[in-house]
């Protein structure tokens, strides 16, 4: 059985290591769950390893708004106290607070 801990929380908000977005945490998987072709896709001199967290994001960045799916090794916290403007934010969470989204439903 795969035991992993996610470094980061749903609903907190976190910035690309390398790419200039940032962007709220709202699912987890406990390792690469996502398609060979998407895995593939990335040069392999920067390829993250399979076996580790990949966040699931409401990202953007100066020009758009996206879906992120990100390593843990390629996400840093993000101090900046500045929520997210993503449009979908508020179907998934409910107020921002010192950094972080109040998950709109709980989870069991």
Same mark, same amino acid.
């Given at each position: 059985?795969?035991?992993? /801990?996610? @470094? ?6 976190? /910035?690309? /290591? @390398? ?7 709202? &699912?987890? =998987? ?9 895995? +593939?896709?990335?040069? +392999? +001199?920067?390829?993250?390893? /399979? ?26 916290? =993000?101090?900046?106290? +500045? ?14 607070? &010192? ?10």
């Amino acid at each position: 059985m795969l035991r992993t /801990r996610a @470094k980061y929380n749903l609903g907190q908000v976190v /910035r690309h /290591r @390398k790419h200039p977005f940032r962007g709220v945490v709202f &699912d987890v =998987d406990p390792e690469f769950s996502n398609t060979e072709e998407w895995y +593939e896709a990335i040069p +392999e +001199e920067s390829r993250p390893a /399979r076996e580790q967290p990949y966040y699931h994001l409401l990202a953007e960045n100066d020009q758009t708004y996206y879906v992120a799916y990100v390593s843990e090794q390629n996400l840093i916290a =993000d101090y900046s106290g +500045e929520p997210v403007s993503h449009p979908d934010v508020f179907d998934m969470f409910t107020g921002f607070d &010192d950094g972080n989204y109040q998950l709109q439903y709980p989870l069991n």
